[in-house]
């Protein structure tokens, strides 16, 4: 059973940068594949970012592309999400995902308990 706990939300203003981190535990982290979602307010969740087992595929939601970079390394077991040029509606509660597949769709078998980023104008 893998545990995954966020970390390094908060309240920037536009234009900011954060990064957050997923700490993984329970298992091997480098048989999985990672991702983030996010959660905005009366929103769907939606896929933001997910990186292949060894680091080899990325993908990203078109709006982050450019301006979030997802990470691992799989000694430290975490994954990284480096999100640059923060905007209002990025605002969300983001959630890190561990799947053997790495896919768009949220039917990650493992889920974090999410960290809120708040972005104001």
């Known amino acids: 059973q893998v545990q995954l706990v966020e970390s390094g939300g908060g309240l920037v203003q536009a234009g900011d940068s954060l990064r957050l981190s997923c700490a993984a535990s329970g298992g091997t982290l480098s048989v999985y594949a990672m991702g983030w979602f996010r959660r905005a307010p009366g929103k769907e969740r939606e896929f933001v970012a997910a990186i292949s087992w060894n680091g080899g595929a990325k993908n990203y939601e078109d709006s982050v592309k450019g301006r979030f970079t997802i990470s691992r390394d799989n000694a430290k077991s975490t994954v990284y999400l480096q999100m640059d040029t923060l905007k209002p509606e990025d605002t969300a509660y983001y959630y890190c995902?561990?799947?053997?597949?790495?896919?768009?769709?949220?039917?990650?078998?493992?889920w974090g308990k999410g960290t809120l980023v708040t972005v104001s104008s």
């Open positions: 995902t561990a799947d053997p597949l790495m896919r768009t769709t949220p039917n990650w078998v493992y």
